[in-house]
Nanobody
């Protein structure tokens, strides 16, 4: 199982980026997907998540600015990031969780760097 994140880059404050994370080797259509980020010297934090039914979660600092979505046909999750701030700068990681019975397995993609200049 592989998750490949892409779409990061350098953008000015107030700008937008769209991250994509394509999964292969296993379908995540019945499972949850999420985006995390980790800034230098800080712990990795959950940014947004989306359940199989489409319900979403956002950390407070990105509400109203970021939108998570998924395309099950493409086995891909997206993170649309608008009104970016310098404090959004971090390495962004996607994660897929597959629940089997009473246990779960997390799959992580390699990160993609997002840098927001002031």
């Amino acid at each position: 199982v592989q998750l490949q994140a892409s779409g990061g880059g350098l953008v000015q404050a107030g700008g937008s980026l769209r991250l994509s994370c394509a999964a292969s080797g296993r379908t995540f259509s019945s499972n949850s997907l999420a985006w995390f980020r980790q800034a230098p010297g800080k712990e990795r934090e959950l940014v947004a998540g989306i359940a199989s039914g489409g319900s979403t979660y956002y950390t407070d600092s990105v509400k109203g600015r970021f939108t998570i979505s998924r395309d099950n046909a493409k086995n891909t999750v997206y993170l649309q990031m608008n009104s970016l701030k310098p404090e959004d700068s971090a390495v962004y990681y996607c994660k897929g969780t597959i629940i089997t019975g009473n246990s779960g397995m997390d799959y992580w993609g390699k990160g993609t760097q997002v840098t927001v200049s002031s």
